[in-house]
Each structure stands twice: as C-alpha cells, then as structure tokens.
DNA sequence: GCAGGGTATATTGTATACAATTATACGAGG
DNA sequence: CCTCGTATAATTGTATACAATATACCCTGC
C-alpha cells in the first residue's frame, strides 16, 4: 500500500529509473523474465543503455512492489505467486472490491456511470465476436472505473496493486473458458446496483464476483499453471 | 502491498541502504522530521556518514511506504496523512483485521495464542500502573501477533503497512484518554473468541475493535492533529 | 579419488565525478 | 519600484571507479 498515485510522479517516464522501472515491471508481468530468474544489474543496464544506478534504483522499487526479490550482495531474483498467494489476493479482493463497490455508489461521477454502462454493453459485443484480448482489456477497465469511483486514493491504490499482481494469472483463465460472459453479467449487476443507488446490493455483488472468478480460476487449472508451488498450502479448505 | 517479509532481506541492517532505510523512517514516524519538510540527500548523508547512493535508494523505497514524496529535479518531501486518509485506512484495516482474526482462528498456533494471552494480562498491568509507553507498545504488539497468526504473508504485510502507517496518530489519542483500556477489553475478547474456535465471532469483533478505535480518534481530537488537510472531505458523512 | 583451501572472477555495495535541471540572486530596463 | 532575464549556486540525475562479498574452479595434500 502507501504510495497511490504520488508514486506516478517520480517513476514518470522522463527519467530513466522511471522507463527502466517501468519496463522490468511490464517484462515481468508479461512473462518475459520468468519465476526465480536472475537478474544482473549490468545486462539490464546495457539491454536499456544505461548505467546501473538507475537499474538499482529501479530494483529497490521493484522489490517493494513484491516483483523481485532481492538478496544482499547475491542478486535480485523474479518472484513467484504461489497458489496460495492467488488465493489469498481474491479473499482480501472480495472484500475490499465490495468497500469500493459501496463507497462508489455515493461518490460514483456522472463520466465514470455512463463509462462504466459503456464498458459493459461493448464487453457483450466483443464477447458475441470472440475478441479475446478486447474482454480481458474491457475487464480490467471495468474494475479500475470502480476504483477511480470510490474517491479513496489509499482504497483504489491498494485495488490496483492487487488486480495488476494477479493479472499473470487472470488473464489465462479469462480467456480459457465461458467466464467471460458470466463475469460481465456480473458487471451488470453491480453497476445495476450502483446506478440505483443501492450500497449494500453493490457490495455484496462485488463480494460474490470475486469468489466467482476465483472458483472459476481453480476449476480451471490454477493447479497447472502454478503446479510447483501449490504442495505447501494451495489446496486446502 | 506486495512484498511480505522479502523485504527484510534487502532492508538489513548490516546494509548501509538499510541502515538509512530504517533509520529515516523511524525519523519519520516519530516526528523528527515533520510534513513537507524537504529531505536533502547531502544533508541525510553527512549525518550519518555515508555517501548519497545509499541515500537515494532508500528515498527510493520510503516513497513507495508512502513516507515520503519524490518529486523529480526537486527534492523528497515527507508526506502528510489527511483526515480522509486516516478515515479510509480504518475503514479498510476494519474489514482486514476481521479477516485475519477468522483466518487465525484457524490457523493460530499454540505460542501464538498464549503470546497473545500474556499481551492482554501485561496491558492491564501496565494499564492500572499508567505505563502509556508500555500500553501503546503492547497493542501495536497484539496487532501484530494478530497478523503473523493468520498464516498469509500478503494479508500480514497489507496490515503491518496499513499499521504502521497510521502510527504517527494513534499513538497520540491511544495516550490521551480512556480509549487503552476498552482497546484492551476488545483485544480480551477477540482473543477469548479465537481461543473458543469461534471464527465468526472473531471476525465481527475485530471489525468492530477498527470502528470504535476510530470513532474514539474522532472523538479525541483527530482533526486538531490533521486540522490543515482536513478541508477538503474529513468531516464529511 | 576426494576433501579442503585458496585464488581468480563475477557481482553487488558504496563513493565520487560529472551532467542536467531547478532555484536564487542580482542587475538592467521599463 | 517592479519585472524580466541572465548568471550563479544548489540540488538531483546519471555514469563510472573502487571496495567488499560471494561463487567457481583449480590446485594441493592426504
């Protein structure tokens, strides 16, 4: 938690520990640079063209955002999630995604209403053509809107770094299966729910969401995907 | 969120990074340094004899604690809770500290529980002996025993942060009045409901426990301590 | 052949030098 | 007297040099 949108101002994109942070993020959460890999603050900084201190400035950030994992005077080595990590995310999630759902109905914008009717009617119409990539974009959307709505930068900062941390996982699963059409059903009932004003509906919708993604996740293949570490603590209750 | 107990490993304190670290935000929490002071690399380094790479690095990592703000070509700015802020915290740490007392039901285990036994019965002594330091020191304590006990690295790291970052306030109102006592009762009974293997019942109060402690917050005069950012949307609802 | 140790090498930790940016002070012009 | 602009100082951003630590390999002795 603790940084909300005050982080944005000193990793902006004009300096290079900026675009260096930001990059090794979006290498990591894409896959490129994989669970326990190593990296080397030399190769990363001739890779980007830079020297090291903006590399290892990036790195400390890194390590706080839980992407890397850093051992003094050995290395800095690419974290994993673990199932239990994934499952414990979704039960925070449900919670917090419902306190958001239920502040959002008092302070929800008229802009972030009609943009979030419209994230859901264009979430069905990519979903009748098939458009993979455009559901699961339309899906992160969806629950951003809900954060900016809360007017909570601390809720919708703490939102964010749990939905971005997940997303390694959620996208799979998203695109795997028929959750699509059920998770955007979903959507409709919480933003239902919001638009006419009812708190607690709303909250309790944003509740069920999260389970049921979740539910949907371990049927389908949560095991595999992260098989390694699930022995310890991934499959109980 | 994000980075559990990993973080330790590379906030040594055999460090020189992780000595300026750890020493800056005890500066920080304690008041030493106060909001919007500006925090000057030389200046942090000639006082405690190191150079400025270390220095910057832990700016690096205090900003994204939220203790401080960088602004790039500028400077690092100790940053400021609103009332909104510290409103939003409890209302979030509330539903958390609920979830990990039903969690450690469960999963507590049996050096936890009578740690956490002991905490209570040395509270009360220290309560009837005005010991404020020693009452402050031991609910911060019972807080945590609460955290380690749930088993999950990712909730006990949201709350230690969500904890330790309102600490500069609560320390003030948990010394000014009776609120150390009944915050003690409610401890007692949270843990009588764990002990009882009461899952649900651990989990209201605790939610509880968050509600009342910030309602005697407001009580006791959170806006004299917060009154310059309270303007804007602390007094609301 | 194997265990132990020591040296070479690679990598991170820290300090310093240099570049770029921002703030400040002062003077010229109105 | 005020304002603007320029020069200067202060501060951060980045690169590089040096120190400390960890790792790997070989060499020696048994």
């Given at each position: 938690?603790?940084?909300?949108?005050?982080?944005?101002?000193?990793?902006?994109?004009?300096?290079?520990?900026?675009?260096?942070?930001?990059?090794?993020?979006?290498?990591?959460?894409?896959?490129?640079?994989?669970?326990h890999?190593?990296?080397?603050?030399?190769?990363?900084?001739?890779?980007?063209?830079?020297?090291?201190?903006?590399?290892?400035?990036?790195?400390?950030?890194?390590?706080?955002?839980?992407?890397?994992?850093?051992?003094?005077?050995?290395?800095?080595?690419?974290?994993?999630?673990?199932?239990?990590?994934?499952?414990?995310?979704?039960?925070?999630?449900?919670?917090?995604?419902?306190?958001?759902?239920?502040?959002?109905?008092?302070?929800?914008?008229?802009?972030?209403?009609?943009?979030?009717?419209?994230?859901?009617?264009?979430?069905?119409?990519?979903?009748?053509?098939?458009?993979?990539?455009?559901?699961?974009?339309?899906?992160?959307?969806?629950?951003?809107i809900?954060?900016?709505?809360?007017?909570?930068?601390?809720?919708?900062?703490?939102?964010?770094?749990?939905?971005?941390?997940?997303?390694?996982?959620?996208?799979?699963?998203?695109?795997?299966?028929?959750?699509?059409?059920?998770s955007?059903?979903?959507?409709?009932?919480?933003?239902?729910?919001?638009?006419?004003?009812?708190?607690?509906?709303?909250?309790?919708?944003?509740?069920?969401?999260?389970?049921?993604?979740?539910?949907?996740?371990?049927?389908?293949?949560?095991?595999?995907?992260?098989?390694?570490?699930?022995?310890?603590?991934?499959?109980?209750?």
């Open positions: 938690m603790t940084n909300y949108d005050k982080k944005y101002d000193a990793n902006d994109k004009y300096s290079l520990r900026g675009r260096v942070f930001q990059k090794l993020r979006e290498d990591i959460l894409s896959g490129k640079y994989k669970e890999e190593e990296l080397k603050e030399v190769a990363i900084g001739e890779e980007l063209g830079v020297s090291r201190t903006p590399v290892r400035e990036a790195f400390r950030q890194l390590e706080l955002e839980g992407l890397i994992r850093i051992v003094p005077n050995k290395g800095a080595y690419v974290t994993g999630i673990t199932a239990k990590d994934v499952k414990d995310i979704y039960m925070i999630r449900s919670l917090l995604e419902g306190l958001c759902a239920r502040l959002a109905t008092e302070k929800i914008s008229k802009e972030q209403m009609e943009e979030m009717e419209e994230n859901i009617y264009l979430a069905d119409f990519h979903e009748d053509k098939g458009h993979l990539d455009q559901i699961a974009e339309l899906d992160n959307r969806f629950h951003d809900l954060y900016e709505a809360c007017d909570s930068k601390l809720l919708e900062h703490t939102l964010k770094d749990f939905h971005r941390y997940v997303l390694r996982v959620r996208q799979k699963t998203l695109a795997t299966n028929t959750r699509g059409r059920a955007n059903d979903e959507h409709r009932q919480i933003m239902e729910a919001i638009k006419a004003g009812d708190a607690e509906l709303a909250e309790k919708l944003a509740n069920q969401h999260m389970i049921n993604a979740y539910d949907n996740m371990v049927k389908n293949g949560l095991k595999e995907i992260y098989g390694e570490n699930m022995d310890e603590n991934g499959r109980d209750e």
